[in-house]
């Protein structure tokens, strides 16, 4: 693989922001990760959106029910890490309060080839399978319209969808 | 200490339109409102996120006031919310805490540092604006008023006798009279809220 196949395969943070704002998003309720800087830089600087920092991932799930309660918009974005620590979360407040929201998850330790040894890749597709989440996988900005079939699923379905996010390490670090 | 069904009746003199979220108050609640389509008993839903809820339903509706009785141990659970609200700073959120120093629905285990937790304190060094702790009910009737008077978001912790349950889940009284989904939607039709 040369480096210009490796450029062009980026997911960059200007296609995810514009896909939130196509989906009319009003909320982003978020976590950071130590690669999310110039997503966080773009989403502050967009004033249609309101960023609601939470400190643990499981509360990004009831803040979410609660602004989707009120008619809102939101979008949780989260690491596969928090994903999992949020189990019961997910269970009680989004899937037991029938919310429709969408959750990016940054997927920690995706390879794509090779043989992964990020226990928080490894555990990511099971743990959403053992909770009947569905999800789409976007590595890059070609993927990017699978953001928006994720949102419509998620109004479809009234249930949360999931984003795996897996070019965590350099898309929306640029 | 107070009775949580008598310093409800207290408040729901003070209620006006604002969402009640009774959170573990619940159970006694549903017999004391007098707007039931502003009342969002979601029992429940996962321990420690009720404040959570709280905080993104004042965020979508800034101009309805959004009252929360939460409860020591889910505050124990989820203490970093109060950090998010404080810095979101909804001014129309009023944050109660009942405090029963313990785990009542599962038999009253006490709940970590049960009697020597002054949760107005944590509040305010969250960054609440205004917090304050009541154990009895007179003076939490005579202050409601001015606490209601002010913008949010504020924390007031109540301390109340525990209602302790020792029945198996199955044989307590059912007092949820909708679904959680019923009741959210009771609330936008209410408020005409397109969800």
């Not at chain 1, 909320?27 to 989403?43: A, C, G, I, K």
């Amino acid at each position: 693989m040369n480096d210009a196949v490796v450029t062009t395969a980026q997911l960059s943070p200007e296609v995810v922001l514009n896909e939130l704002k196509k989906q009319k998003v009003t909320h982003v309720v978020w976590l950071p990760d130590s690669e999310t800087n110039w997503l966080y830089l773009l989403m502050k600087a967009e004033p249609s959106l309101h960023l609601v920092a939470v400190a643990r991932e499981g509360l990004a799930c009831s803040t979410a029910a609660g602004l989707a309660a009120g008619g809102k918009t939101p979008v949780i974005l989260i690491q596969n890490t928090g994903l999992m620590e949020s189990g019961d979360s997910i269970r009680g407040w989004l899937l037991g309060l029938s919310v429709p929201v969408v959750m990016m998850v940054g997927l920690r330790g995706w390879t794509r080839h090779g043989v992964t040894t990020d226990t928080a890749a490894v555990y990511t597709e099971p743990f959403l399978n053992a909770f009947g989440l569905k999800y789409y996988i976007v590595e890059s900005d070609a993927d990017a319209n699978r953001i928006g079939v994720a949102f419509e699923e998620a109004r479809k379905s009234k249930r949360p969808v999931v984003v795996l996010v897996a070019d965590e390490f350099h898309g929306f670090n640029r | 200490m107070m009775y949580t069904a008598d310093m409800l009746k207290v408040f729901n003199e003070h209620r006006g339109d604002a969402i009640v979220i009774p959170g573990r108050g619940g159970i006694f609640w549903v017999d004391i409102s007098k707007r039931v389509n502003l009342d969002l008993p979601l029992g429940d839903p996962a321990m420690g996120g009720h404040g959570a809820f709280a905080l993104g339903l004042a965020l979508a509706l800034p101009e309805r006031r959004v009252v929360l009785f939460d409860s020591e141990g889910d505050v124990q659970m989820g203490m970093s919310i109060l950090l998010s609200v404080a810095e979101q700073r909804p001014a129309n959120f009023y944050h109660f805490m009942l405090d029963n120093e313990c785990y009542a629905t599962t038999g009253g285990q006490p709940v970590p540092n049960a009697k020597n937790v002054a949760y107005e304190a944590i509040a305010r060094g969250a960054g609440y604006p205004r917090a304050f702790a009541f154990s009895e009910l007179d003076a939490f009737g005579k202050a409601l008023p001015g606490i209601l008077a002010e913008p949010g978001p504020v924390f007031t912790a109540l301390k109340v006798h525990p209602n302790i349950q020792n029945q198996p889940i199955g044989q307590r009284r059912r007092w949820m009279t909708r679904t959680r989904d019923q009741a959210i939607l009771d609330m936008q039709r209410e408020l005409r809220i397109a969800a």
